[in-house]
């Protein structure tokens, strides 16, 4: 029985990426995956590396492709990344209609007058710690009046502080506990998905987003809704550490992750 899930898969279909919807189909059957949920980027920001690279009509056609090429062996989602909805979704619903999609993920890349959190730039002047909590304080923001269902990479500034040769080994929950609890209190309440996101496993800071122990203070105060992801942009990076991520899921008490059809989540059991 397959039983890896990656609800974070980035196409050709984004600036950023470079494997084409399709053969990412046939390595996720390889691989043994049973669903694959794929996310472009849709950013609107200016300073954003994607910005302007989103087409609606072609990333249709490609995961229409990707489903023919699946013939059932594994589920594929279609999904979108949305950079900073809380300032830009006004825009983006001009331009997608959210019923269209399996899921909206929402991503926090860029923090209002410091840049883009997961480059090294956004760090180069100002105290760091005031940069992370201004992060969270928008991360806040966003979750609050956003219409999502998942909540990407949350703690995605270590990787601008790692590049910019900083400390990242911290524990935001004991710095502002206030506002990371009331983030994970208004995603539960609010229905919407916290992601646990493989991708800084194969970078330099070497940690998932969020760290473990959001993780746990998430389940504490009730959360249930997770999703796993690899974040996965081109090789060799290809479903990277799927499997630790779920063995920490279910360590962390999780016996079930999520996928989402139509924008309604969907149990799997983690085994």
């Known amino acids: ?52 690279g989103f087409n609606a009509e072609v990333y249709d056609e490609s995961i229409a492709r990707a489903r023919k090429e699946s013939n059932g062996r594994i589920s594929v989602m279609k999904g979108l990344e949305v950079g900073e909805p809380h300032i830009y979704e006004e825009q983006v619903k001009n331009i997608v209609d959210y019923s269209n999609y399996d899921f909206v993920t929402g991503a926090l890349h860029s923090v209002e007058r410091i840049g883009m959190v997961l480059g090294k730039e956004a760090f180069a002047d100002g105290d760091p710690m005031e940069i992370v909590e201004e992060y969270y304080t928008e991360t806040l923001r966003m979750v609050e009046v956003s219409d999502i269902d998942i909540l990407a990479h949350m703690g995605l500034f270590r990787r601008g502080l790692a590049l910019a040769g900083l400390t990242y080994d911290f524990n935001e929950l004991e710095l502002w506990p206030d506002i990371v609890e009331k983030i994970l ?13 493989t991708s800084g ?21 009730g959360g249930t809704l997770v999703t ?44």
């Not at 990656?6 to 950023?16: A, I, K, R, Y």
């Not at 609010?190 to 646990?196: D, K, S, T, V, Y």
Request: net charge negative; hydrophobic share 40%.
């Open 185 to 197: 209190r208004v995603i539960i309440e609010r229905n919407i998905a916290l992601e646990l996101n």
């Open 1 to 52: 029985m397959n039983l890896l899930y990656d609800m974070h898969v980035h196409t050709s279909d984004s600036p950023d990426a470079d494997i084409p919807a399709w053969r990412l189909v046939q390595k996720g059957i390889e691989n043994n995956l049973a669903a694959i949920g794929f996310v472009a980027h849709l950013d609107l920001n200016p300073e954003d590396y994607c910005y302007g």
């Open 201 to 221: 496993l194969r970078r330099k800071e070497e940690a998932t987003y969020p760290i473990p122990g959001i993780l746990e203070r998430f389940r504490d105060l």
């Open 228 to 271: 796993v992801g690899s974040d996965t942009h081109r090789e060799p990076h290809v479903f990277f550490r799927l499997y630790q991520g779920m063995k920490l899921l279910l360590k962390t008490g999780f016996r079930e992750v999520h996928t989402f059809h139509n924008r309604v989540p969907q149990a799997l059991e983690l085994a």
